[in-house]
């Protein structure tokens, strides 16, 4: 039967496909007797060296916990002049230190250099962001809980 061992290579090329769209390391598909394993090689990640801060933790849930739909908050008569704080990497944003607390920062924060705006979990570090530029924050681009690209706009700030 050569079309029905056409059709099951061509299923598994579509889940490698999804694997590397998704950038899924591993896969693996039980239906009944059939089971499927997909196992991609990792490639090394660049070396990041990052100092250590001290961080409260923030109490892992048994399921990670839903997130919420980013909810951009906006600041009535927001200027066109805003500046932007991005992502320095890859991760979960927390827009507190942990769940029960307040946010870092709100729409309407005045914020300096070194306030704390957010945290960024990466790879089960939990880092502090710092604002690195002085103003009032316009706009937060993402929901707690979201994950975030390297380079994404978190917050937008009028600058003083």
Do not use: W
């Amino acid at each position: 039967m050569p079309g029905k061992k056409d059709d099951h290579l061509q299923k598994i090329k579509e889940l490698i496909e999804l694997m590397k769209i998704n950038d899924l390391i591993e896969l693996e598909i039980v239906d009944g007797q059939s089971k499927i394993h997909l196992k991609r090689p990792q490639v090394q990640p660049p070396s990041v060296t990052a100092l250590p801060v001290a961080i409260p933790a923030i109490p892992q849930a048994a399921k990670s916990p839903p997130v919420e739909s980013p909810d951009v908050k906006t600041a009535p008569g927001e200027s066109e002049e805003l500046e932007e704080i991005k992502s320095p990497m890859v991760g979960t944003f927390y827009s507190a230190p942990s769940p029960d607390s307040e946010p870092y920062v709100e729409v309407g924060s005045e914020i300096e250099s070194e306030t704390v705006v957010c945290i960024i979990e990466a790879m089960k570090v939990m880092n502090e962001i710092k604002a690195q530029l002085t103003g009032t924050i316009t706009r937060i681009m993402v929901a707690n809980g979201q994950a975030v690209e390297y380079g994404e706009v978190l917050f937008k700030v009028e600058p003083h």
